[in-house]
């Protein structure tokens, strides 16, 4: 195992581009920090971000891994190109002369997803913590460890989403058209759940209980937006109307489940696409 990680770590590291997403994708991550620099003066109305409660244990390990969430695309291009860098720079085939078999080929892409979606949790996780520390108002062991689950959802939802960008790279070779068919997927993703609100079904908690299933959608369900959750946007619900911004916020178990599964399946078909092409 460490043998295959290390061969695409070498491999990655060799690659220029690969090398500045990949820092740039750090730096960006610690740019949620500056955030709480963020102050908004319109005459006699002063907003501090910071002070809003936004970095309050435990609601920052939802703020931050939702703001994080959405920067995956960097790391997306890394996976991509990868998999889009083994076609044309020849390095699959000569992996597998070496003795590597399609299985193990796969198996060190994987590996490789991991580890990127461990290393983005553990950077969100201290920094969640020094700025908790820095700006909370809560700063009692129970409460700020409490809601660690949204990092479990990050996780897997880094895992999952980038297992689908894997996916895609073997199943099309190129880089720029994997990335298109994925904006692609997402549009018809977003426009079948559309439809179902609003044509067939006309009942948003059905058309929410069957896109749950689609990939994209079940992964966004994990990290459910956090913005509703602060006082200053429940005030302003109350005085429209009362409950407008009543949601469950909740990490389920079956949404996990469900994003589980297909991470499977993207790995599985991966093999399989991998096993039967002619290299």
Known sequence: MKRLLDIELQKLWKNRSSKVLIIAYFILLSFIALIASIKFEFGAFKLHIAE??????????????????????????VIVSMMANEYSYGTLKQNLIDGMSKKEFIQSKFLTVILFALGSTVFIFIMSLILGYSFSSYNEIGIVFSDLEYLLAYFIKLVAFFSFCLFLGILVKRSAFALGFLFVWNIIEGISIGLMKWNFFKDTDVAANVSQFFPLESMSNLIKEPFSRLSVIKNVGETIGGKAFEKDYTVHYYEILIVLIWTGIFMFMSYKILKKRDL
């Open 52 to 77: 809003q409660g936004i970095f309050n244990f435990p609601y920052i390990w939802h703020f931050n891994t939702y703001i994080a969430a959405i920067l995956k695309l960097f790391l997306a291009i």
